[in-house]
């Protein structure tokens, strides 16, 4: 009877997947626009606190800071150039199923397909990368997500059924916020009531008709916290001890101010930004002292002892220092120009002069060998815009025992990563320079930007990688399906020369991707691995792997689902790893007692580390691969052979920490057994011959 209908809310649904921003005070008039936006499906309750969580620590993370600091100094020049005038639009919002009886339970419905997006280069490819290796890594639960880049104009709609957002303020970089935004979706019906004048979505009827959904009325612009956050959608299982939302709630929360560009009003409209002039008045010392390096500037010659006076000034150099930021361009490339940048930056530890677009790669030479900048330890340019032979510069970074920490950086307006390329080109096949890898941290924009695009940089034939400094040319990894007599394996290829990884951040990152295996198929652990072998990651980033982040999301072996095998070059090491399963009798036997359907099978894993003697082709041959013609051995004997320095206790117990890690709550192996060891040489030819020969085998079929 139409007396028993009621209009209800039938289900309070949340939104499942996020953005994420990276926002700053680098728009017009101290403006918060954006430096970086990606996307995570399926993210919600912990898993969201969690990734918030790996993202403030990334960009809090002190080795990071340098780029992070100087690709916000390029976007300031960015949108006071006209970047706040970028295209936004909203990401595509599928539509809303009406709930059957399972979506009303909670079930989950079929899984969308990726949005498809255009790979135009990222403006600020580092941040981008340490946006993205947050949302998709988190180191504390050894887990792996899907994530997605997405363009800068990528704006936030409060109506959104499938979207929330969190933002992430970096203006100061010690003391970054952030903030979440949520908004309830309310599914309303007609229900039929029952004799208690109720209804119960699993005892009673389905409602009549489709419900209408809708998200809820009231959405503040206010950000949430993730006690806040936990609480509005009520997560079963929260509780204010959780460790995540407590270590989270350290950090403190966004102003409004944040979400001007990327949640607008009306999508139309461009943000205006705080009302008044972000110049300040200058005094007359500044103005005098102005007017001094201006004649310098555009004097046909230089005397130093023009400044004698004015450098008597207490405020000397932070006059000219903000000088220089205001109008970087007056620097050109002419003597004058270096000599001011060694009074400008005199007793400075880092040298970030990515501003400076005028500039001579021999001025930038010049001034790093003088006196005044002898003490200097890091060194950020922007190679894309300075004149010159970078050879100049190439042999003073030779001479020079400060200068640890180089980075060759490229504007957020470049048309292709050709710059930063040539130059890594460069010194890595030049015997005079490719040491300058091994002795220098060195940092180029290509390698963070090549793989947003999802696409490799270096040549495809012609260039003979060094794997004197980057030792590990690719990595075949096989998981055992099920633990049964007749086994099937699914295996997956992955080329790595572009992780520029060194030898101990490499084992560093090969021991977090142990026990991260299960989840991480696009190798975001050797991304997020430490810098020395034994710590834990704290937030310090590596390039993700160009060639593994474009594969789809199921890793087979197929030419369309692995990034390929290369044939085996001398020097270079080909890691093998066999993901294994073992049938636990102990667990067996707890079931067939207790029936409480506990896992039975156990994951475990061998290793081996193989080195070619000769060129081995990848195409697999009747005979195989044979004894005389690789190196085999485990961690210990990759490290003892590229990293001699490392002490051989620290790795044992690195080695003992991963397996303890890979043994946590899965049911016993046999005695005997180990979580982690190594193949013996026979068993590592036999697998790797089997993978070959298993690739080789695909390619024919396509």
Not at 125 to 140: D, K, Q, V
Not at 440 to 467: D, N, Q
Not at 592 to 614: C, E, I, M, S
Request: hydrophobic share 40%; proline share 6%; aromatic share 10%.
């Amino acid at each position: 009877m139409a007396d028993n209908l009621e209009r209800r809310v039938v289900k309070a649904d949340y939104p499942n997947c996020f953005l994420f921003y990276v926002v700053a005070k680098v728009g017009p008039s101290g403006c918060c626009c954006p430096l970086a936006v990606v996307s995570r499906p399926y993210c919600e309750g912990s898993g969201l606190v969690g990734s918030c969580l790996e993202i403030v620590n990334v960009l809090s993370s002190p080795e990071n800071r340098t780029v992070i600091d100087a690709e916000t100094r390029l976007a300031a020049q960015f949108y006071k150039d006209g970047g706040s005038h970028v295209d936004r639009f909203y990401p595509h919002e599928p539509p809303v199923p009406g709930p059957g009886m399972f979506d009303l339970l909670g079930n989950d419905a079929q899984p969308e397909t990726e949005e498809e997006l255009p790979r135009s280069l990222a403006e600020f490819p580092f941040i981008s990368s340490c946006l993205l290796l947050g949302a998709g890594y988190e180191s504390a639960r050894y887990s792996a997500y899907e994530v997605q880049s997405r363009p800068l104009g990528t704006a936030y709609r409060d109506d959104s059924m499938k979207y929330g957002m969190a933002v992430f303020d970096i203006t100061d970089l010690h003391d970054i916020r952030y903030g979440i935004v949520a908004f309830k979706v309310i599914h309303m019906a007609e229900v039929k009531l029952n004799s208690w004048g109720d209804w119960d979505p699993v005892e009673d009827s389905e409602p009549e008709g489709e419900p209408e959904v809708a998200v809820e009325d009231n959405r503040p612009r206010d950000p949430l916290s993730a006690t806040g956050y936990m609480k509005k959608f009520g997560y079963v299982g929260y509780d204010e001890g959780n460790r995540l939302v407590v270590e989270l709630e350290k950090t403190p929360l966004v102003r409004t101010e944040a979400f001007e560009f990327i949640w607008p009003l009306n999508i139309h409209n461009q943000p205006q930004g705080t009302a008044g002039s972000s110049v300040q008045p200058r005094t007359l010392n500044e103005q005098a002292l102005i007017n001094l390096i201006d004649s310098a500037i555009d004097g046909d010659s230089f005397d130093m002892s023009i400044f004698d006076e004015s450098r008597k000034l207490p405020d000397f150099q932070d006059i000219l220092l903000r000088y220089l930021g205001e109008a970087p361009d007056r620097l050109g490339s002419t003597p004058v120009a270096g000599h001011l940048l060694r009074l400008a930056y005199a007793g400075h530890r880092d040298l970030n002069w990515v501003l400076f677009r005028q500039l001579s790669f021999e001025v930038v030479a010049a001034a790093v060998e003088s006196a005044e900048l002898k003490e200097a330890k890091s060194l950020i340019i922007c190679v894309d815009s300075l004149q010159g032979d970078h050879t100049t510069l190439l042999q003073a970074l030779s001479r020079s025992n400060s200068l640890g920490q180089i980075y060759f950086l490229q504007g957020p307006k470049r048309t292709s990563d050709l710059g930063s390329v040539q130059l890594f080109l460069r010194i890595s096949t030049d015997a005079e320079y490719s040491h300058l890898l091994r002795s220098k941290v060195m940092t180029f924009t290509h390698a963070f930007s090549a793989p947003l695009r999802h696409t490799s940089w270096f040549p495809a034939a012609g260039y003979r990688f060094p794997f004197e400094t980057f030792p590990v040319q690719q990595m075949f990894v096989r998981h055992q399906i099920d633990a049964s007599s007749n086994s099937k394996f699914r295996s997956g290829y992955f080329y790595l020369v572009d992780a520029l990884l060194g030898p101990e951040r490499f084992a560093a990152g090969f021991l977090l991707y142990l026990c991260s295996v299960q989840t991480d198929l696009r190798l975001f652990s050797l991304s997020r691995a430490p810098l020395s072998l034994g710590s834990p990651p704290r937030g310090e980033i590596g390039s993700i792997i160009a060639e593994t982040f474009h594969l789809p999301a199921q890793n087979t072996a197929t030419p369309d689902h692995s990034t390929g095998t290369r044939d085996l070059e001398p020097g270079g090491w080909t890691v093998v790893v066999s993901h294994d399963r073992h049938l636990s009798r102990e667990a067996v036997e707890v079931n067939k007692r207790t029936h409480w359907g506990y896992p039975t099978q156990a994951r475990f894993l061998r290793y081996a580390f193989v080195r070619a003697h000769r060129r081995i082709s990848a195409d697999a041959k009747p005979e195989g691969i044979q004894a005389e013609d690789v190196e085999v051995g485990g961690l210990m004997d990759f490290l003892r052979a590229t990293a001699p320095h490392i002490d051989a206790t620290l790795i044992e117990r690195a080695l003992d920490d991963t397996a303890r890690i890979i043994a946590t709550s899965q049911p016993s192996l046999d005695p005997g057994m180990r979580w982690l060891s190594v193949l013996d040489e026979g068993e590592a030819r036999v697998i790797l011959n089997g993978l070959l020969a298993e690739w080789t085998a695909a390619l024919g079929r396509v």
